[in-house]
């Protein structure tokens, strides 16, 4: 099929790190260079994921490159055949941007943090889980079934807690990690279920398989209803992950972890797992399940925004702009516009790692500072850092010429058209006034930093740039914020190669009733896989035409349609925004401490996030203690009572039994004894020791003996 | 009838019984002196008048049952044999008169403990 091994290359790749870890795991506390080995070894991995990326997406973009082998084999019944759980791992394009993102994204984390993180004490194992945590991502990237996935996708559980608790010493930061894990477990134990009715209906975890079987017609448990729930629980785990509305409250927090952790967490390994789960099972998503997974990436992407205006930590701001973007590419993807969806994350991915590291190099610079409201002017004492946060800035806001421009724009676009088409306008109107709000917090951040007079000179003082190990990977990440590298048209992405060429959205395979309207399928070469569709999905589990989707004419049109004004509209809330943080903190038009007091409630409410974690603990916290708090009375009254009760009845049992012993076991031997003792007494008169009464015994014996003899015997 | 006759056989005539009778008494002498006197001397003679009494028997049976001289032999063995039994016997009768300073068989009942 292709003379590029992608498979063995993709192996590699994906054992690379995990070799990097138990090394530097192993050897870490020995050799002081470790660390080292282990930034290599990620730089190898990336080295080979471009050459993997650019071949095949040169010369293979429309290939699916698959290989799989039978783990456990569960016998056939007659009713499915063979079921078998298969391992495996598929290569698209989807995977091989994917697998660049996480590559680079970790590579320029580890070498950041071979500056930001010296001197720590536990220097070496940081990178050992760094190398864990690429690992377990790229798990995910490779895998072409769900029970991978899944495995993969705890393994980046656990490895987020590993870094977010990373200086487990402060209480905060060890909270953060167990609340970062423990959240996660709500959405996985959703997504575990979607699992268990996909393989309870389809006996198999394989994506292709159970695409070909829901376009046969097959439902879960017979209905659409089951199908709708199946996408919606296999998206919980995404929710988790991706931090998305109901659970978005461990992401803050998880900015405890050292700072290129969050840059790898928020652009590469973490979040993103949510968002390229839903793109992996996107072609089985009902038009019910995407319309709650777009409803769920709108407020999503509302909260946080509101939320991230008036936060002062540097990190809480970019936490909260983290989720309100991935809410984005969710909401995206809920309204169909898959290609814009992973877009997104990819752009995204780009200038989110490089705000974070950017942070970290302002961080670094003010010596643990936090606190934007410490700094200031920094400008000039960190150029670097400050011309590549502000090109990220731009990105993140939406400005032209830059790659965020591109994917936000499309994904607004996506959002008016498909308000047009279905009349559920809302979207749109939260996509915009986010977009504004974005604007507003990321140049308000940016205008607190760098710009103004410093607030804390002594701090300002001892400010310096950060080493060229830390400024590196910034300049690299800017210049990938770029347009260019998408597209020749900075306007539009449309016909940029990315979209054009190597991002394809998916047939839909649920019934046709089932799905949005304007997603219509290919028909040409449907009934042919109808007919061999046992074999199509054994030999060639992607056949071409399943691949390729066309949306309708009418949503073609209606997209067509939107970009001009949903792009003057985001250019227009967008300078809207960046106008108001200027005016408001750069120039100080309007004073930002006088408008917070007059819109008191709003601000509190935003600045305590909504009383998101103050709910949660009065909700669940709270009722999970009360109910744990009834357990354990439930545990000591009754369940230690009825033990406890045994243990009396027991005793008084024994103390029975004993009493039985004492006197009737030990009665009856004690009268065995006695009455022996007396035998005794009596037998012993005959032992007079005087040798005539033996003689006179022995002779009556004789002659008894005799007599009786005489008589009887003989 | 035959009862008398026996007894007038036997008061007329000597023969085996006759001996047997005396043997017998010689015996029942020996038993009444072993078991009743104190003094261990007394009691040896006892045990002599026992083993004179077998030797009788064996003298009788020998006589009137034709058996040759055997029972003579015996007798004559059981003769040396009481001699080397009263040396023996006597010389434990010393050692009690020193152990117990009497030899009076119903007080040495060590044997008891």
Redesign the interface.
């Known amino acids: 099929m292709n003379q590029i091994p992608f498979i063995p290359i993709a192996l590699i790749i994906l054992v690379l790190p995990l070799i990097g870890f138990f090394f530097t795991l192993l050897f870490g506390k020995k050799i002081k260079q470790m660390y080292l080995f282990e930034t290599g070894i990620i730089t190898t991995a990336l080295g080979l994921s471009i050459y993997m990326a650019f071949m095949k997406l040169m010369y293979y973009a429309n290939e699916k490159i698959v290989s799989e082998l039978t783990w456990i084999d569960l016998g056939s019944t007659k009713a499915f055949g063979k079921i078998s759980v298969d391992l495996g791992m598929m290569i698209d394009n989807v995977t091989v941007l994917m697998l660049f993102v996480v590559c680079l994204i970790s590579t320029l984390v580890h070498l950041f943090s071979i500056e930001y993180m010296k001197g720590d004490k536990r220097y070496n194992r940081y990178f050992s889980y760094l190398g864990i945590f690429t690992f377990s991502m790229l798990g995910i990237v490779f895998t072409h079934n769900m029970l991978m996935m899944y495995i993969f996708w705890e393994l980046v559980g656990l490895s987020s807690y590993l870094l977010i608790g990373f200086w487990f010493e402060k209480k905060s930061a060890s909270d953060a990690s167990k609340k970062a894990f423990v959240v996660n477990r709500v959405g996985d134990f959703g997504m575990l279920a979607g699992i268990l009715i996909l393989f309870a209906n389809y006996h198999t975890f394989t994506f292709d398989k159970v695409f070909a079987q829901i376009s046969q017609g097959v439902l879960p448990f017979n209905s659409e209803f089951w199908l709708t729930a199946m996408g919606i629980l296999l998206f919980c785990g995404a929710i988790g992950k991706s931090a998305q509305f109901p659970l978005h409250v461990w992401l803050p927090d998880a900015m405890e972890g050292p700072t290129p952790v969050s840059a790898l967490i928020h652009a590469a390994t973490m979040v993103a797992a949510g968002v390229y789960l839903t793109v992996r099972i996107f072609p089985l998503l009902t038009g019910d399940a995407l319309l709650f997974i777009a409803t769920i990436g709108a407020i999503s992407s509302f909260i946080p925004a509101t939320i991230a205006l008036t936060q002062n930590d540097i990190k809480k701001v970019l936490a909260y702009s983290t989720i309100s973007q991935l809410g984005y590419m969710v909401m995206a993807l809920g309204v169909g516009a898959y290609a814009y969806g992973f877009f997104h994350l990819v752009t995204h991915a780009f200038f989110k790692a490089g705000l974070f590291l950017g942070s970290g190099s302002v961080i670094h610079a003010m010596h643990h500072e936090q606190d934007i409201r410490q700094m200031g002017g920094l400008k000039k004492k960190l150029p670097i850092t400050y011309t590549t946060f502000l090109i990220f800035s731009l990105a993140i806001s939406g400005i032209p010429l830059t790659s965020g421009f591109l994917s936000k724009d499309g994904i607004l676009a996506s959002a008016y058209a498909f308000g047009n088409l279905t009349g559920y306008k809302i979207f749109a109107i939260s996509g915009f006034l986010v977009a504004l709000m974005t604007a507003f917090y990321m140049f308000r951040l940016l205008i607190l930093t760098f710009h103004g007079e410093p607030r804390n000179e002594e701090k300002y003082h001892h400010a310096h740039e950060s080493p060229a190990l830390m400024t590196m990977p910034l300049v690299l990440l800017a210049i990938l914020s770029i347009f260019a590298f998408y597209t020749i048209n900075p306007l539009s992405a449309q016909t940029g190669w990315v979209l054009k060429d190597w991002l394809k959205t998916p047939a839909s395979v649920v019934p046709e009733h089932a799905r949005y309207s304007f997603m219509v399928q290919k028909h040409d070469e449907k009934p042919e896989a109808a007919v061999k569709h046992e074999e199509a999905v054994a030999e060639k589990p992607a056949a071409e035409s399943e691949h390729t989707i066309i949306h309708s004419e009418e949503y073609t049109e209606a997209l067509h349609h939107a970009h001009y004004p949903a792009m003057f509209l985001s250019l227009a809330v967008a300078g809207l925004g960046i106008l108001f943080a200027f005016i408001m903190y750069f120039w100080r038009k309007i004073n930002a401490d006088k408008l917070a007091d007059s819109v008191k409630p709003l601000y509190k409410f935003s600045l305590n996030k909504w009383y998101f974690d103050e709910f949660y603990d009065f909700a669940f916290v709270n009722g999970t203690l009360l109910l744990s708090r009834f357990l354990a009375w439930f545990d000591s009254t009754i369940v230690d009572g009825i033990v406890n009760g045994s243990a009396v009845v027991t005793r008084q049992l024994s103390k029975l039994s004993g009493l039985f012993d004492t006197y009737v076991v030990d009665g009856l031997v004690n009268l065995s004894a006695t009455l022996s003792g007396l035998l005794g007494i009596f037998t012993r008169k005959f032992?007079?020791?005087?040798?005539?009464t033996y003689?006179?015994m022995v002779?009556f014996s004789l002659v008894a003996l005799l007599f009786i003899l005489m008589n009887y015997g003989i | 009838m035959t009862d008398m006759s026996t007894l007038s056989t036997f008061l007329t005539h000597i023969g085996l019984g006759h001996f047997l009778f005396i043997s017998g008494m010689l015996f029942s002498l020996g038993?009444y002196g072993?078991?009743?006197r104190k003094n261990a001397v007394m009691?040896l003679m006892g045990i002599e008048l026992i083993l004179n009494s077998a030797n009788i028997n064996f003298v009788a049976f020998a006589r009137y049952g034709n058996y040759g001289f055997h029972g003579q032999l015996a007798a004559l063995f059981v003769i040396i044999l009481a001699a080397a039994e009263s040396a023996i016997a006597l010389a434990i009768v010393l050692n009690i008169y020193k152990t117990f300073n009497n030899v009076n068989?119903?007080e040495?009942?060590?044997?008891?403990?």
């Open positions: 032992q007079t020791g005087k040798v005539q003689i006179i002779v | 038993i072993v078991v009743t009691v068989v119903d040495i009942d060590k044997l008891r403990e």
